[in-house]
């Protein structure tokens, strides 16, 4: 079993920033993928971001604004997120693909562990 624990999320301004963080219990090291997705209220649970050894993916609607990146020493992995604009207000959630081949990264479906989700508000 591998526990997912977010944490950076928080009240910002619009054009602001903050980081958010996702600890694993297990060593990133043997996991395929990890990504952020988002569910903002009244929508469906969407991806944000993926990253695998040596690529990184987005979303359109995030591209040039987030970077994802993944600390191995500390079972982090990280989403910086900048420039955030209202329609990031959402729930974000970590989850951690340890399947032994690639699956897509951009659905729900291809991810064994997820996080109980951090709160970003973007205020205006």
């Known amino acids: 079993q591998v526990q997912l624990v977010e944490s950076g999320g928080g009240l910002v301004q619009a054009g602001g920033s903050l980081r958010l963080s996702c600890a694993s219990s297990?060593?990133?090291?043997?996991?395929?993928?990890m990504g952020w997705f988002r569910q903002a209220p009244g929508k469906e649970r969407e991806f944000v971001a993926a990253?695998?050894?040596?690529?990184?993916y987005y979303a359109d609607s995030v591209k040039g604004r987030f970077t994802i990146s993944r600390d191995n020493a500390k079972n982090t992995i990280y989403l910086q997120m900048n420039s955030l604009k209202l329609e990031d207000t959402a729930i974000y959630y970590c989850?951690?693909?340890?399947?032994?081949?690639?699956?897509?990264?951009?659905?729900?479906?291809?991810?064994?562990?997820w996080g109980q989700g951090t709160q970003v508000t973007v205020s205006s």
């Open positions: 297990r060593s990133t090291l043997t996991s395929y993928t």
């Open positions: 989850a951690e693909d340890r399947g032994i081949y690639s699956r897509p990264y951009y659905l729900q479906g291809s991810y064994d562990y």
């Open positions: 990253i695998r050894v040596g690529s990184t």
